[in-house]
């Protein structure tokens, strides 16, 4: 049974940092790509940014280039991202995600979720 249990949302100021972290369990963490999505109100759930198994490989969504930074610790089985300069559109609510591959491009790749971390964005 995997596990993926994501903590750091909150009620920030724009401008605002926030890291958010997920701790896995109940798999070989570091044999799989993590990805962070988030699901804004009455929006699809989107792809933020993913890393790849090694951590040597990410991606990101256009709209938070600059500003987000996903990691992960293999050796701890966590994955991290750490939002700067946030924005009121920023305000979703973010899902851990595990792929079922070394890699993580989209929804289709997607094991396992996470139950999701509210992060709320003031003007």
């Known amino acids: 049974q995997v596990q993926l249990e994501e903590s750091g949302g909150g009620l920030v100021q724009a401008g605002d940092s926030l890291r958010l972290s997920c701790a896995a369990s109940g798999r070989t963490f570091r044999s799989y790509g993590m990805g962070w999505f988030r699901q804004g109100p009455g929006k699809e759930r989107e792809l933020v940014a993913a890393?790849?198994?090694?951590?040597?490989?990410?991606v990101y969504t256009d709209s938070v280039k600059g500003r987000f930074t996903i990691s992960r610790d293999n050796a701890e089985n966590a994955l991290y991202m750490q939002m700067n300069s946030l924005k009121p559109e920023d305000t979703a609510v973010y899902y851990c995600a595990m792929s079922r591959k070394t890699y993580l491009t989209g929804y289709a790749d997607v094991a396992f979720w996470g139950q999701g971390t509210q992060v709320t964005v003031s003007s």
């Open positions: 890393i790849n198994w090694s951590g040597g490989g990410t």
